[in-house]
């Protein structure tokens, strides 16, 4: 946290226009002293506590929050633990100032700041856009293999796929970290969700279907990767979750049924293009491996037309993609000597990427078993293992 407090307070923006609060929970103890800690150092760092539910202002809180047409409050006080009841408390209770600010923006507590954001995004807010996003990257990918393999997924992620979205035509989520907007557009648009897990797509669904305009930076926020499987597990079903439920969410329909079909494809073109190509991947790779295997043995047998279009679609894909990988992340990564990009692209390739893909429909699978099933959907901690 106090790296990223010292990324801001050194931005290239008046510190004099600049209110940071970290908002932290009751019950994190220690994270709650570290907090303090940190306020005593800076004057413009203020520390919002974030009480057990029915303590403190929370009926307020709820009141006020629950008023809204998109909100689908169901009733219960006990709102679910998740950064979307975090961020609610923050904004709505009555001993926060965040409303008073002109502009917010949010980060995760180890994001490091580019010193130019500030600036840039509030620009972005003068020419008229509703929501200015910077884009990420992980700066520990050097870690291990899998820290390797995360860190191609920002960048890819950020500079491919997530700027289509920004043609009012396509939905489009926030990205968690270093999003802009001024500070009234919350209450008018319905906040944040408490229900799901992934409060940034629902955030940023709610502005699309409210005609508010994405712009995107291409200035990088800097954020740690997880370093084991169990927490990278964690983590991508409690992506997989919000995006799921977001697909089942009324504001992807449209006027007619072609609109509707329309907005779905477009989501699944792009917000879901990870989750999609895992499960074609899992399933288009062992049987193209298959065929070739076949081919070469003189054994091969003409396949159905569906099996077909899989292999060739998910080879396509695999070929463009490949592509867009090297290209991404060399102008994301500065690799300080040939021996380190070295290192980097034998961890991170066409091939490594591929099974890494795969990899993606154990969190897929069991994000939709979790939304099929009368289980309750939770929020859960992804730790930054180890890192600074």
Known sequence: ?????????????????????????EKDRKTVEAAKQIGSEFKDVHIIIVPPNGENDWSEVIEKWSQHKNVEFDGDFNLPFGKGRAL?????????TVRESEVITIFDAEDIVNKNLFKYAISGLEQGYDIVQGIL???NGGNNLLSALESAEPVLWSNSIYPHTSNPSVPYQVLGPAYFFCSNLPEKIGGWNPYTTSEDVDFGFKAWSN?????????????LGVLTLKSWFKQRRRWARGHQKALLSRYLKGKNGIETMSNIFYFYTY???????????????????YMIIQALLGFYESSNLFVTIIVLFNLVHWI???????????????????????KFFLRVNPISSLFYSMLWFVPVFAAIKDCLSETPIVWEKTPREGEA
């Not at 946290?1 to 929970?25: A, C, G, H, K, W």
């Not at 917000?271 to 491996?289: K, Y």
């Open 88 to 96: 609610t408390y923050a904004y709505y209770s009555k001993y926060s």
């Open 211 to 223: 005609g508010r305009r994405l712009g995107i930076l291409d200035i990088y926020t800097d954020e």
């Open 271 to 289: 917000s879901m293009n990870s989750q999609l190509m895992s499960v074609t991947s899992i399933f288009g790779v062992p049987t193209g491996i």
């Open 137 to 139: 990257r992980y700066r």
């Open 1 to 25: 946290m106090r790296n990223n407090v010292l990324s801001q307070l050194e931005s290239d923006y008046p510190q004099s226009l600049l209110t940071i609060f970290i908002i932290v929970e």
């Open 320 to 342: 463009y993609a490949s592509y867009l990988l090297v290209k991404d992340t060399r102008n994301a990564y500065k690799f300080s000597n040939m021996k380190e990009m070295v």
